[in-house]
């Protein structure tokens, strides 16, 4: 324990047991596992490599791209995802065709490892997700150190001899195999609009011959039609088109540029009020904490301390804590929608009698700084 050096987790564990206690104050880490899927032969076959790296966890078992969020930067997890497969087998993924068919988020005791514990053994929160996505290119083995060569598997073999997959993997291809046969109907929320697509090809259709659609891109993309000759397309196209990704003509790409060019024309005017409200926005998010301190302080507090200080930055100076040390305060916690504690909402109470114990939603500083000292201030 001593090597831990958390005062936060010394006082959970000398505290009582209570199941349901979110342990905001553990490190989060966030994985992922991506299955690019195609089909061969009218069989569903999925993209894996072998994991040569004996100095790693899994070692010969089979996985897709993926890999660690960047923790120190808050990664997002599906942009985690997206910039693995890059670097793991240069196949740049379309976020509109990325699909998340599982996320699990558990105690852990080891930092990269999504093997549920107690909350008393844990020093880490770790959430795993599984993605699936078309495999549109070819992929590149770009890390040999770690990663055997990229091969397609049959999801029919995989089923039989799912204890040579990583864990997730193994677990979860079932589950893998029926969102494949799904993804068109998940990923649309609804079926393919099969006539508006034949509706699609038939104005195409009558366009004249230079500018037929060939379903052969690389054949006419060197066909460059006058911007004044390609027709505007309406929003209800717009869907359209973009199912049927793939196998557009140059001349269909062109019409879609054009859409481009009028949707950033009509949002230019709206940027700008956009960013006129963020900068009041951010003015009045830094500012509103500081109404526990006099107005003629407050300018000198937040260039001390930046935007939404913790109660811990604050007491480093230790005037502040010996200022309030008499003051009750009314306080709210935030939380996000996963349960995890974000922020602390803190104004002086109007009704600055004394409080013995715990009383909601009014306590002191010293109770605060015991218990909520690492939550930014709102």
């Not at 061969?40 to 070692?59: D, G, H």
């Not at 993309?221 to 049927?244: H, K, T, W, Y």
């Not at 109404?291 to 480093?316: C, H, M, V, W, Y």
Request: with cysteine.
């Amino acid at each position: 324990m001593n090597n831990i050096g958390n005062e936060n987790l010394f006082q959970y564990w000398n505290s009582p047991y209570n199941e349901n206690e979110i342990i905001s104050f553990l490190p989060e880490r966030k994985m992922t596992q991506l299955i690019l899927f195609t089909e061969i032969e009218n069989e569903t076959c999925i993209l894996l490599a072998q994991r040569i790296n004996p100095s790693k966890n899994f070692y010969l078992k089979l996985n897709g791209p993926g890999g660690k969020a960047i923790h120190e930067k808050n990664e997002n997890i599906d942009v985690c995802v997206i910039r693995e497969c890059f670097e793991e087998a240069e196949i740049v993924l379309r976020n509109e065709k990325l699909l998340k068919i599982f996320e699990e988020t558990c105690y852990s005791t080891e930092e990269w490892k999504a093997e549920s514990c107690l909350q008393k053994e844990a020093s880490h929160i770790v959430t795993l997700a599984i993605y699936i996505h078309p495999l549109e290119e070819p992929p590149k083995h770009t890390e040999p150190h770690n990663l055997g060569p990229w091969n397609l598997y049959k999801i029919e073999e995989l089923l039989k001899h799912r204890n040579e997959l990583i864990p997730i993997l193994e677990k979860n291809i079932e589950l893998i195999d029926i969102k494949i046969k799904t993804y068109e109907q998940d990923i649309l929320e609804l079926p393919i609009n099969a006539q508006k697509l034949e509706e699609i090809k038939i104005k195409m259709g009558k366009q004249p011959q230079r500018t037929r659609e060939t379903f052969n891109f690389f054949n006419d993309i060197e066909l460059e039609i006058p911007e004044g000759e390609v027709p505007e397309i309406v929003d209800e196209q717009f869907p359209i088109l973009a199912l049927n990704f793939g196998k557009l003509s140059s001349f269909e790409i062109q019409t879609l540029i054009k859409y481009k060019k009028k949707i950033q024309e009509l949002i230019r005017p709206l940027r700008r009020i956009e960013h006129k409200i963020q900068t009041i926005e951010k003015s009045y998010k830094g500012f509103k904490y500081l109404s526990i301190f006099d107005k003629t302080e407050r300018k000198i507090i937040a260039q001390r301390f930046g935007e939404n200080p913790t109660i811990l930055e604050l007491s480093e100076d230790n005037t502040i804590p010996h200022r309030f040390q008499n003051t009750i305060f009314e306080f709210e916690i935030h939380k996000s929608s996963t349960n995890k504690l974000t922020y602390l909402k803190l104004r002086p109470s109007k009704d600055q009698t004394q409080i013995n114990g715990t009383t909601k939603g009014k306590q002191t500083w010293e109770f605060l700084h015991k218990n909520y000292s690492k939550l930014p201030l709102i």
